[in-house]
């Protein structure tokens, strides 16, 4: 199994959707990618030699692709800095409510994580 920046590429599936897998490489680019290492998209990560895999490995470090650990941090400086300096955005970021605009009276639990009922106001309701 072939391994990308620390991430291991899936050996059965085809290069170009193998390399989807690292955290940031989409489809596009990596069909660009394969084209700038001179690797054919087709072929199987399995059957990919050493020195396939280190081309791959060299184009992503020429600086041009931000990919992993680069792109994860560059994005939550990004989240840190809104909330920072207060903006509308980082404050929904911090009381993790949906940032673009979602309603929250309904839905939203994926933010909200599971409802919490008060149990004082179901006591009274009981008596």
């Known amino acids: 199994m072939p391994r990308i920046f620390g991430v291991d590429i ?5 290069t170009d959707v193998a390399l989807c897998y690292l955290y940031g490489v989409g489809p596009f680019m990596a069909k660009q990618i394969c084209a700038e290492a001179g690797i054919d998209p087709v072929k199987r990560a399995k059957d ?8 791959i ?4 470090q020429k600086g041009q692709y931000k990919i992993e650990g680069d ?11 809104l909330m920072d300096i207060g903006a509308y955005r980082g404050m929904r970021h911090k009381k993790g409510l ?8 309904t839905n939203a639990r994926t ?5 919490r009922t008060n149990m004082a106001i179901a006591k009274k309701t009981d008596k």
């Open 98 to 105: 949906p940032v673009r605009g979602q309603r929250t009276k």
């Open 48 to 55: 990919l030699s050493d020195e396939e895999v280190a081309k």
């Open 111 to 115: 933010r909200k994580g599971p409802r």
């Open 10 to 14: 899936p050996k059965a599936k085809r």
């Open 57 to 60: 490995t060299n184009t992503l």
């Open 71 to 81: 792109l994860r941090r560059d994005i939550s400086q990004n989240i840190k800095r």
